[in-house]
């Protein structure tokens, strides 16, 4: 039996193996769907005893195989980079201060900037009346703000920037004008008055005459526009000092609205400000009126807005009634501001004309609308039915509604009682001494008048004293009231006793 190979060469033969295990590739780190498990090779043959394994041979029994590394998944090919372009040119360069050798200059970025980005800004000079432009900053400058330095006093100079990319270099913007290195002593501003902030009105025919106050050093040079573009000589005057610009209108029209800039410029420093005039005159009348419905004792109208505002709003309406008999026209709506209305109260029988007025913030319009056809109230289909009511019945039985008083009285002093008495048909009355009719007696004097009775008795003596009644009767039944009367001697004095 041949002897087993040395432990020492087979150990130097599975180095190898071991090497090529660590050298293995790690996975990808990006998920990827498990490959299909690749087929195994075919069985070699084992190697005969005694003999070494082949280099690359299968690990023997106990250690672990060589896993073979996945395939990698291909990325997908991405589609190709945009085209890069400059950007477009920046915006909104101007002068935001100077002096004696350095200016400074201010702008915004560009509108469009692209796929390539926005790398800085290139601002360059040069000196007016030459085309010889030369960049005054040494890298790119990333702000929108920039101080060119180290200039000559008085010298004219023209500046553009000109934004820089990947792509290349963006069409300049310039300054619309050369500008002069030197100090400005005082900027000019305007001093708007308060007034002419808002919109100012004026009505035609009227004289417009505004001061628009301003400062500056050296003195200003002032410029006006309308509109955006120059003013008529013919219509409006300027006249500007060293400290103000007046605005002259002799007779405004309507064409004279609008808005009035008044430019204030000192070197390369400017100052603008702008008011808004309005001249405006009374409105025409409505374009049409119209009687919509007449019912009853009213009539609905219709009118639609003037076709000449007068240069302003509406303010409201005027509404006039005239009747055909008369002609004379007057106001039934002021201030009224829908463009129908609902007139009431109107005569019957009568007929009926309407105008209507527009008014603005001038007045009343000169001429009315008025309505072509008339308006009648008509009287058919109007009964007066007067209602029923129910007859009172005045019948009422004999009622005292002042009674008698007792009295006293003295012999030979006329003496009179009254009572009162009510009652429907007028009650007979009847007065009585000691239930006895006195009846026609002389002696006493009866009246009854508007339901009030008296009874005079005529020097009464010492056998007139006693009750006295009155009594009142009709066909409902009958009333009594009584008194007593005393009749006294009268006093004598001591000595018509003796």
């Not at 780190?29 to 075919?42: G, L, W």
């Not at 935001?96 to 201010?106: A, G, L, P, R, Y």
């Amino acid at each position: 039996m041949p002897s087993k190979p040395a432990p020492i060469k087979k150990a130097a033969k599975k180095e190898p193996a071991k090497k090529e295990e660590e050298k293995a590739p790690e996975p990808a780190p990006e998920p990827a769907p498990e490959p299909a498990p690749a087929e195994a090779p075919p069985a070699e043959a084992a190697p005969a005893e005694g003999e070494a394994p082949a280099e690359g041979a299968a690990p023997a029994e106990g250690e672990a195989p060589a896993e073979a590394p996945a395939p990698e998944p291909k990325p997908p090919t991405p589609p190709p980079p945009p085209p890069k372009e400059p950007t477009s040119a920046p915006l909104d360069l101007f002068v935001e201060d100077k002096n004696d050798t350095s200016v400074t200059i201010i702008w915004s970025k560009p509108e469009n900037i692209g796929a390539a980005g926005l790398d800085g800004y290139v601002i360059e000079v040069c000196k007016d009346g030459t085309e010889d432009w030369k960049a005054v900053n040494e890298d790119l400058q990333k702000s929108c703000r920039y101080v060119i330095k180290n200039q000559t006093t008085d010298d004219r100079l023209k500046i553009r920037v000109v934004a820089v990319n990947e792509a290349g270099r963006s069409p300049p913007v310039a300054l619309p004008e050369p500008v002069m290195v030197k100090e400005v002593a005082n900027r000019p501003k305007v001093r708007f008055p308060r007034f002419l902030r808002q919109r100012y009105v004026a009505q035609v025919k009227e004289k417009v005459n505004l001061t628009i106050p301003f400062t500056g050093n050296p003195k200003p040079v002032v410029s006006w526009t309308k509109n955006g573009g120059p003013l008529d000589p013919k219509r409006v005057n300027i006249r500007s000092t060293e400290k103000d610009s007046i605005l002259f209108i002799r007779a405004a029209e309507r064409d004279d609205s609008g808005v009035y800039e008044i430019c204030v410029k000192v070197d390369d420093f400017e100052d603008r400000a702008s008011l808004t005039l309005q001249i405006v005159e009374l409105p025409g009348p409505p374009a049409s009126v119209k009687i919509v419905d007449t019912w009853g004792f009213n009539v609905a109208l219709e009118w639609t807005p003037p076709k000449d505002k007068g240069n302003t709003e509406i303010t409201g309406y005027t509404i006039q009634k005239a009747d055909k008999k008369t002609g004379d026209w007057f106001t039934v709506l002021e201030h009224y501001h829908r463009l129908n209305a609902t007139i009431s109260d109107l005569i019957m029988g009568n007929t009926y004309k309407f105008r209507v007025f527009s008014e603005n913030k001038c007045g009343m319009s000169d001429s009315a609308a008025v309505t072509k056809e008339e308006a009648k109230i008509s009287k058919t289909g109007i009964d007066y039915k007067p209602p029923e009511y129910k007859e009172h019945d005045f019948n009422e039985a004999p009622k005292f509604t002042t009674s008698l008083t007792d009295r006293a009285t003295t012999v030979g002093y006329n003496t009179k009682l009254l009572c009162s008495v009510r009652g429907f048909p007028k009650p007979k009355v009847e007065w009585m001494k000691n239930q006895m009719i006195i009846g026609d007696d002389p002696k006493f004097r009866q009246i009854c008048v508007q339901g009030i009775c008296s009874l005079e008795i005529r020097k009464p003596g010492n056998f007139d004293g006693g009750v006295y009644s009155c009594r009142a009767k009709n066909d409902h039944g009958e009333a009594i009231v009584s008194c007593k009367l005393d009749v006294k001697q009268p006093v004598l004095p001591d000595g018509d006793k003796k």
